[in-house]
């Protein structure tokens, strides 16, 4: 599966793009006068091969869950089983996402891919494999049960996963891509859970961008300072012993990343596949960002980056991938928060395209 995926990933649409840049140069407004929003909107259109391209909607976040083995060395002062008991809050529609998910009329799919703890709650199990007519349900956010293992090993130790464990995970993610796409989602919401998963983050985008670790590690959700200077040295220490290559984005992933690393990875290769976009939520997201690249670097063309982080590293990973976000709110918490916020600003992007009359059919004087 990850073979074909891959294979089916293509460079942007040059043709599609020129076409949207000339329709921009016809609409009632100065040239260029949306900033950011034209580029991104001929962007899309590369992706999609068709100006205007689809409008990016409806909206599906997918939240990946595990845990860490990482976690027995200190690095994160919530205990474990916050994450098992994040995704009841997720499922019972009580956290933030859930506020920002409903918002924006997005569904909400939760994937278990490996949780340490058992899950507070005893919802259908869902097929992964098998297309779910409630997959797009805004009203409903549901659990795929999907786990590769009960969280990853401590990667100070040994690799986090084996490579069988870490292509599982990544395939989970082409395959939720796949069903929320032929649900008929237009664009996808990348979302995570899983205390300590900024750690392995930190280590997979050193490993990528060859950065410092003191530059890709922050605080996830607000170290003190003896704990942030214990998580240096753990990202140091994964470095030093798994010298991981980033050509090799498979070995990487299963030497230093976490389950919900690689199935976000997959996901958005996925989604590249499909030529669909993947709105990239923080600094988890932006991590199997670089892994998806590695894997296809034109999978970049699908990627927009939602929101800047207030993890460091997220800065560097997105410096890395040419990809500069949309909003910047001091954001980190996660699930998926960020890529919501930024959600209308893509959807509006696209629209003007659509909707916007042009100087000719308006009767418009141009300049």
């Not at 392995?200 to 003191?214: E, H, N, R, Y």
């Not at 996830?220 to 012993?241: E, N």
């Not at 909003?327 to 918490?333: A, F, N, T």
Request: aromatic share 2%.
């Amino acid at each position: 599966m990850l073979e074909t995926t891959i294979a089916a990933i293509r460079a942007a649409d040059e043709a599609a793009m020129a076409a949207a840049r000339e329709l921009h140069g016809r609409l009632t407004k100065p040239a260029g006068s949306l900033g950011a929003l034209e580029e991104l909107s001929v962007r899309l259109a590369g992706l999609a091969g068709v100006c205007p391209p689809p409008l990016p909607e409806p909206a599906a976040v997918a939240i990946f869950a595990g845990d860490h083995g990482v976690h027995a060395q200190g690095v994160s002062p919530w205990p474990q089983e916050v994450t098992a008991q994040m995704i009841g809050n997720f499922l019972a529609g009580g956290a933030v996402v859930n506020a920002f998910a409903r918002q924006a009329g997005a569904s909400v799919t939760v994937v278990d891919v490996g949780v340490a703890t058992p899950l507070p709650t005893d919802p259908a199990v869902l097929d992964p494999t098998a297309l779910d007519p409630t997959a797009l349900d805004p009203a409903v956010p549901r659990l795929v049960v999907a786990s590769v293992r009960r969280g990853t090993r401590d990667l100070t130790v040994t690799a986090a996963l084996t490579r069988d464990e870490t292509l599982a995970a990544v395939q989970t993610g082409i395959r939720i891509a796949d069903e929320l796409i032929d649900a008929g989602a237009g664009i996808l919401l990348t979302g995570d859970m899983g205390i300590g998963n900024t750690t392995p983050a930190a280590v997979l985008i050193a490993a990528f961008t060859g950065a410092d670790p003191l530059d890709t590690t922050g605080r996830g959700t607000g170290v003190d300072d003896p704990t942030y200077a214990r998580k240096v040295a753990v990202v140091r220490a994964a470095l030093a012993r798994h010298t991981p290559d980033p050509t090799d984005p498979l070995g990487v992933l299963a030497a230093v990343g976490g389950l919900e690393h690689a199935a976000l990875a997959g996901l958005i290769l996925g989604a590249a596949a499909r030529r669909t976009p993947v709105l990239l939520d923080g600094v988890i997201a932006v991590s199997a960002a670089l892994a998806a690249a590695a894997f296809a670097p034109d999978a970049v063309c699908a990627m927009v980056a939602g929101h800047r982080s207030a993890e460091p590293g997220a800065t560097v990973a997105l410096r890395h991938l040419g990809l500069d976000p949309l909003i910047d709110l001091g954001l980190r918490l996660g699930e998926g928060t960020g890529a919501l916020l930024a959600l209308p600003v893509v959807t509006g992007a696209v629209r003007v395209l659509h909707e916007v009359a042009t100087f000719d059919s308006a009767g418009v004087a141009e300049k």
